[in-house]
């Protein structure tokens, strides 16, 4: 494996339900297994040498540690750059919750904004900012990674790496998505 993948840690109580910066639930049962699932496909696409970064929540933590675990690597390292964006007032409120309370934030969410200043949480600059810098330290490395985050900080990598183009993309809980050392170089 010459490149990076990023893994989107596996579900939580809260996965697809409730806003999730900083909040810290643990993987729920379905999660750790998925988990576990994701750590067994990636087994033989990891060389001895990868190493494992991830993001300082358990959620995050958790999901490295099964792919630790399953291909024998060394513990994880944890880098906060990786955490999610801070979504500040938004935190633990469902997505309904979120029209209510805030509509024009809502609105603009569902019209694809990603570039957001959350509330009494992170701005879309500090939030970019932060993801760059955690980028550029794992993409000039040169040694095969992984990388255990969220789907606003993967969504932000990917941008930067060039692939794909469309910075809408979410990845599922549980899933991985690799960027090739070539790509991974193109960072601003």
């Given at each position: 494996?010459?490149?990076?993948?990023?893994?989107?840690?596996a579900s939580t109580s809260w996965s697809g339900?409730?806003?999730?910066?900083?909040?810290?639930?643990?993987?729920?049962?379905?999660?750790?297994?998925?988990?576990a699932t994701l750590a067994a496909t990636l087994i033989g696409e990891l060389p001895r040498d990868t190493r494992i970064v991830t993001?300082?929540?358990?959620?995050?933590?958790?999901?490295?540690d099964a792919i630790a675990l399953a291909a024998e690597l060394a513990t994880p390292e944890i880098d906060a750059r990786w955490m999610e964006v801070d979504v500040g007032a938004v935190e633990g409120r469902t997505f309904e919750t979120l029209a209510?309370?805030?509509p024009d934030l809502a609105s603009a969410i569902l019209a694809g904004a990603t570039a957001v200043d959350w509330p009494g949480g992170e701005t879309a600059i500090a939030f970019?900012?932060?993801?760059?810098?955690?980028?550029l330290a794992v993409a000039t490395t040169w040694r095969p990674t992984v990388v255990?985050?969220?789907?606003?900080?993967?969504?932000l990598a990917l941008t930067l790496a060039g692939c794909p183009p469309d910075d809408s993309v979410v990845l599922a809980p549980a899933t991985a998505i690799r960027v090739p050392m070539g790509l991974a170089l193109r960072t601003p």
């Open positions: 494996m010459s490149a990076i993948m990023l893994v989107r840690h339900r409730r806003y999730c910066g900083r909040s810290d639930p643990p993987l729920s049962d379905a999660g750790r297994r998925a988990a993001s300082p929540s358990r959620r995050a933590r958790q999901t490295a209510t309370e805030y970019a900012t932060r993801v760059a810098t955690a980028w255990v985050s969220h789907a606003g900080p993967i969504r």
